[in-house]
């Protein structure tokens, strides 16, 4: 087997519209990669830091360069976010605690089991509608107080009624009613501010490295309050403050404001300014940082690159397994508790457990399968061409990087024969190389170079749907100039996807591709994968070229 490829410089910067056809691969460039697209320009600034008086710096690990021997940015490995089920566990025990104690007032008579397991079920389910087991800020149990009587007093009532349908001879009267229901109530808000209290006073002495996202003197500001106010549980370890092409000149006026604008709330600790990908990886890595928080600042619009940004921002920490919080802004309902020190404060939960993922994958094996074997002539008759017409080497293997960063090789037939490895790694386009034979450019613009890809999805190397994978080389000159561009890698890579059944194939632009890509994840459904299927098999009837 033989590698193939060309040998182009790393994209830069440079854009181009997407064709109107998709098909199995993206044309018109290394065969089986991306084209590079317009890159959005990022500043390359270096790491700026700023500094106070008055507050010792905050100590964190210093971001240091972490390349291997092929000027690789090393990759975080994938982190899960702390369960739900961790964080509600004590809860649900404080409520269940709180039922028995409300039956020890009832006599022996009506403390029927029935009575019991229907309490906490009840309660339970209630509770957990309610939202009074999701994850959020610092809680105080008497914010809870009213939500908790009335699930309180319906879990009771419910309980008496079938109590009585069932056990006639067990019926509680209005005072055992309203004895066991008060008793719940104080017993549930007393175990629940045990909890709520260990749990601030665990955040307290054990602060979570958190990164703050925004510019200017807000962000400053945000990072001083969380440094002077561990009840919160965070310690700011680095700003974020990506800086697109058309604000780099302006950079230091935003973020060094002047000695007037220096009071006591944006007094803050030394902290890194991280403007690129590649530092929020290593601040990521190096810091074990846990959260990010968002300054919410949209009051005055945004725009849609920096609305862009943002999104694969959070898209990129929730793979890193980082919380998620959005500070400030305008925001309406939730406890009164739920505040950072005066400022609006939400999480944003981080994308649910792929529950699907068994579906599409029987999905893929059911139709990879036939596939391959129906196309079986037809990859004999690609081999056969090849083998006489170009020579030796029917198949060429890449390395390429799947789901969560893990390579596999990825197959298909050769088209081109490139001069070097090095040429195969890091060439991206050979759309008009005159290397290329009649029969390479035959299998290029009919995509049949693709067919022995599908033997990759019945490996499980890929999926029939997902982002097209790409090469070690340009994932990562691609995650350090697009903040959704790592996020990809969140569902296995496929030989066709949502980006390419709207045209963008070939040398179209990666900020676009990505922007599909994660919105096809965070939207996944089974259906939309055969949609997708479909599209692509219709395209196939009219092939864009290469």
Not at 65 to 89: I, Y
Not at 100 to 128: E, P
Not at 399 to 410: K, V, Y
């Amino acid at each position: 087997m033989t590698r193939e490829s060309t040998s182009v410089p790393a994209p830069s910067g440079r854009g181009s519209t997407g064709h109107p056809a998709a098909g199995v691969g993206q044309r018109g460039r290394e065969p089986g990669g991306h084209g590079p697209g317009a890159l959005a320009g990022t500043g390359g600034l270096g790491q700026a830091t700023f500094t106070a008086t008055g507050l010792p710096p905050l100590g964190f690990v210093p971001i240091a360069p972490q390349r291997d021997a092929t000027d690789r940015v090393a990759l975080p490995s994938r982190r899960r976010t702390a369960a739900p089920l961790r964080f509600a566990l004590p809860l649900v025990a404080a409520d269940w605690a709180a039922a028995l104690l409300g039956t020890v007032v009832l006599d022996s008579a009506q403390r029927h089991l029935v009575l019991i397991a229907q309490l906490m079920a009840c309660v339970g389910v209630l509770n957990a509608y309610a939202g009074l087991y999701r994850r959020s800020g610092p809680r105080i149990a008497l914010d809870e107080l009213p939500a908790l009587a009335a699930r309180v007093l319906v879990a009771w009532c419910a309980a008496a009624a079938m109590l009585a349908a069932l056990f006639p001879g067990h019926a509680l009267s209005l005072t055992a009613l309203v004895a066991g229901s008060t008793t719940q109530l104080l017993g549930t808000c007393c175990c629940r501010a045990l909890v709520h209290g260990y749990r601030r006073h665990t955040a307290r002495h054990r602060l979570s490295s958190a990164l703050v996202v925004g510019t200017g003197p807000e962000a400053r500001r945000l990072a001083g309050l969380l440094a002077r106010h561990p009840v919160y549980g965070l310690r700011p370890v680095g700003v974020v403050a990506p800086v697109r092409g058309d604000r780099t000149g302006d950079r230091h006026g935003d973020e060094h404001p002047s000695e007037a604008e220096d009071d006591a709330d944006t007094l803050v600790p030394a902290l890194p300014v991280l403007s690129t990908i590649e530092e929020i990886h290593r601040a990521v890595i190096q810091n074990g940082v846990r959260h990010a928080v968002f300054l919410d600042d949209t009051r005055g619009g945004t725009t849609p690159g920096a609305e862009a940004d943002r999104t694969g921002l959070v898209a990129l920490f929730h793979e890193y397994g980082c919380g998620t919080w959005f500070v400030g802004g305008s925001g309406a309902g939730g406890a009164m508790s739920q505040h950072l020190w005066g400022f609006t404060c939400r999480r944003v939960p981080p994308p649910t457990a792929r529950r699907g993922a068994f579906a599409k994958r029987l999905l893929d094996v059911a139709v990879a399968g036939p596939i391959l074997l129906a196309i079986s002539p037809v990859l004999l008759a690609c081999a056969l061409a090849v083998r006489f017409l170009d020579g030796p080497g029917v198949l060429f293997r890449q390395e390429r990087i799947g789901q969560h960063g893990r390579p596999f090789t990825l197959l298909k037939f050769r088209t081109l024969r490139p001069a070097d490895d090095h040429e195969a790694a890091t060439r991206w386009n050979v759309a008009n190389d005159r290397r290329m034979s009649m029969v390479g450019h035959l299998l290029r613009r009919t995509s049949m170079d693709e067919l022995p890809q599908i033997w990759n999805v019945l490996r499980g190397d890929m999926s029939l749907v997902g982002p097209r994978p790409e090469r070690p080389f340009f994932v990562a000159n691609f995650s350090k100039t697009h903040p959704g561009y790592a996020a990809r890698h969140r569902m296995p890579v496929g030989i066709t996807g949502l980006a390419q059944v709207h045209g963008l194939r070939g040398d179209t632009s990666i900020e676009d591709r990505s922007r599909f890509d994660n919105h096809y994840i965070d939207h996944w459904s089974l259906w939309q994968d055969v949609c997708i299927i479909i599209r692509t098999a219709l395209s196939l009837v009219r092939p864009a070229g290469s």
